[in-house]
């Protein structure tokens, strides 16, 4: 053992003799996001080893261990874990943003936008809802769903009439459209799916001649664009996809099919590395 480690379990042993009572993590989390504000990365650890014993799966020890981690894709995943398990507590709106943040760095604007307008919506009274807004903005324009970000920003304005917000010189309000009240939107978010299972590796099907039983459908648009857009975004990370017209209430819908799987296991396997790797969700769809 190394004496950096030596070091760390003497302060943790201390920390355990000198600690709070069981019953404070609420007050213990509050001290350990404080301290990683403050830069003091060696007690967050301390603090953190402790927290992670007592009760792993608090939901501020989750998210205190999505701050100090310096993979922004381990990150991602502890924040997703946030949203979709822990959608009441006080950290939801922190891990929407830092999930918007880090698919907007990724270049993968589709998703990034989709969790700051749910920050947006729900998290009114977020400190940083500026800046969520005008990344939501420049998302959208970056994906070129310019009619959305309009339909957007008139929704943001009737929601934050007193806020002045950076937007962007691309758009001309003009454009906007009138609301003349809110869209009806339940006062929290919905219930959260169920937590991811184990991702699966190198199950993605190459070939674009279906041989399996299932393939997944990861998008519906009304816009062949923004489907072929989403498929390129897929098809990065090695997966193949095939775009499917299919004809509703008379009008044309662009389907992304992704992969050929020989059983539901495998399709679902996939369906929770795209989860993971780029936020999109999609479910297993039956090969006639």
């Known amino acids: 053992?190394?004496?950096?480690?030596?070091?760390?379990?003497?302060?943790?042993?201390?920390?355990?003799?000198?600690?709070?009572?069981?019953?404070?993590?609420?007050?213990?989390?509050?001290?350990?996001?404080?301290?990683?504000r403050q830069g003091k990365v060696d007690s967050a650890e301390v603090l953190i080893a402790r927290l992670s014993f007592d009760q792993p799966g608090?939901?501020?020890?989750?998210?205190?261990?999505a701050l100090m981690q310096s993979d922004a894709l381990v990150a991602a995943g502890l924040y997703k874990d946030i949203v979709r398990n822990h959608s009441r507590s006080q950290y939801m709106a922190g891990s929407l943003m830092h999930l918007g943040e880090y698919y907007y760095a990724q270049g993968l604007y589709v998703q990034s936008r989709q969790f700051f307008m749910r920050l947006i919506r729900f998290h009114p009274?977020?400190?940083?809802?500026?800046?969520?807004?005008?990344?939501?903005?420049?998302?959208?324009?970056?994906?070129?769903?310019?009619?959305?970000?309009?339909?957007?920003?008139?929704?943001?304005?009737?929601?934050y009439p007193?806020?002045?917000f950076d937007i962007p010189e691309e758009l001309d309000l003009t454009r906007m459209p009138r609301r003349s009240k809110l869209p009806h939107e339940p006062a929290v978010p919905p219930a959260a799916p169920a937590p991811l299972r184990g991702l699966g590796e190198g199950l993605g099907s190459k070939s674009n001649q279906l041989q399996g039983n299932y393939t997944l459908q990861a998008g519906a648009f009304g816009d062949y664009?923004?489907?072929?857009?989403?498929?390129?975004?897929?098809?990065?990370?090695g997966y193949s996809t095939t775009?499917?017209?299919?004809?509703?209430?008379?009008?044309?819908?662009?389907?992304?099919?992704?992969?050929d799987y020989q059983d539901r296991t495998a399709a679902m396997s996939v369906a929770d590395m795209l989860e993971a790797a780029l936020g999109i969700p999609s479910f297993p769809v039956a090969i006639n």
């Not at 608090?58 to 261990?65: E, I, Q, S, T």
């Not at 977020?126 to 970000?149: E, F, H, K, M, T």
């Open 125 to 159: 009274d977020y400190p940083d809802i500026v800046n969520a807004v005008n990344l939501s903005l420049r998302a959208g324009i970056a994906s070129r769903q310019i009619d959305s970000v309009y339909i957007d920003l008139a929704e943001i304005t009737a929601r």
């Open 243 to 259: 775009i499917k017209e299919r004809r509703s209430n008379g009008k044309v819908l662009y389907l992304i099919m992704v992969g």
């Open 58 to 65: 608090h939901p501020g020890v989750r998210y205190a261990r």
């Open 1 to 36: 053992m190394g004496q950096t480690s030596l070091i760390k379990l003497a302060l943790l042993l201390l920390a355990l003799i000198m600690g709070m009572p069981v019953n404070s993590h609420g007050q213990d989390v509050a001290g350990l996001l404080l301290l990683i």
């Open 225 to 237: 664009n923004n489907a072929r857009r989403l498929a390129d975004q897929i098809e990065s990370i």
């Open 162 to 164: 007193d806020t002045a």
